[in-house]
């Protein structure tokens, strides 16, 4: 396995699969999905084989208490309408999730329109793929329209401030979509040049600011809402709210415990305002996924982070190596 910082893999499953157990391992819950994608891919080289590898996942991880196999079709733009069906019918047997990046760029809209007369949540509606299964990422170029649709399906949106700046891909319509009743939850994107720290604290911040500096509104969005975007929301836009994103009787016992202890953490006078503007991922003290501790005054008690950082650094030497193009 990944863990513990060394690469060997040797199971009868791929990428998504070591990513499960890694995260099982760590003690963190997981929605985690098999991309579908029009090209040949590292795991798959075919829908058929795609569709095969997917389905032994969902068969493997159902039931588990922390780790929820999903299907993660990518886009409108990388996936045709087959891909997208057979994924969404692969899901629907299972039960499982549909993860799907959607709208994130305006070339994206203008494409879609372009060779279906239809925005990419009109078509995924058309399609048949777009309900209450689906966690749509972006959701930034969305109109009037698309956001009535994404309501009335019960879609799942998550709204991810940092990597939409870093790719100057946009500002989600974050007010309207609160407005509409729309699920919208707060996330990150990935590390992979859209992002870089994951840092949840951060994307609060950003998402309520954002909002006022593009409504030109100091109230578009407050720090409140954007505390609820990041824990019930977010549990709301992936159906999961009877079961995390608040601390209430009944529910799993996920939640951090903040420390007050540092410069940026007084004089505290709002709790919400605190954590949104002046709070950073480091004053995190305490984690507790399931009832079970996995991190504890600051240190992660089921993770090597020492050889995971040694070993973050080699690969990192090597795919700088990798990148460098060589003289003639």
Not at 1 to 18: I, K, N, P, S, V
Not at 302 to 312: C, N, Q, Y
Request: aromatic share 4%.
């Amino acid at each position: 396995m990944l863990r513990g910082g060394t690469t060997t893999y040797t199971d009868m499953y791929y990428f998504e699969d070591a990513v499960a157990r890694e995260t099982k391992a760590a003690g963190m819950r997981g929605v985690l999905g098999e991309t579908f994608i029009d090209f040949p891919a590292p795991d798959n080289k075919t829908l058929a084989e795609t569709l095969a590898y997917s389905e032994k996942l969902l068969k493997h991880w159902q039931g588990d208490p922390l780790i929820h196999a999903a299907v993660a079709p990518h886009s409108v733009y990388t996936d045709s309408a087959e891909t997208l069906r057979a994924a969404a019918a692969l899901a629907r047997k299972y039960h499982a999730p549909i993860l799907i990046h959607v709208s994130e760029t305006k070339k994206e809209v203008d494409d879609n329109r372009a060779a279906h007369n239809l925005s990419p949540v009109a078509w995924l509606d058309q399609l048949g793929v777009l309900g209450p299964d689906v966690v749509a990422a972006h959701c930034i170029w969305i109109d009037a329209a698309d956001i009535a649709l994404l309501a009335k399906a019960q879609t799942g949106c998550v709204h991810n401030p940092s990597s939409n700046m870093m790719l100057a891909s946009g500002v989600a319509p974050v007010r309207s979509m609160l407005s509409a009743g729309v699920r919208l939850g707060l996330g990150t994107d990935g590390p992979a040049g859209s992002n870089n720290d994951l840092d949840m604290l951060e994307e609060m911040d950003l998402a309520a600011k954002l909002q006022k500096i593009t409504h030109m509104d100091p109230q578009a969005l407050g720090a409140k809402q954007a505390v609820e975007m990041a824990t019930i929301g977010g549990a709301r836009a992936l159906h999961m709210e009877n079961e995390i994103g608040s601390l209430e009787a009944g529910k799993k016992a996920d939640l951090i415990v903040i420390g007050l202890g540092t410069a940026n953490a007084v004089p505290l006078y709002d709790v919400y305002s605190q954590i949104v503007y002046a709070l950073k991922a480091s004053n995190v003290q305490d984690t507790i996924i399931g009832g079970r501790i996995v991190m504890q005054n600051g240190r992660v008690l089921t993770l090597d982070e020492a050889a995971i950082i040694t070993k973050a650094r080699e690969l990192g030497t090597q795919v700088k190596k990798s990148l460098v193009t060589p003289q003639k």
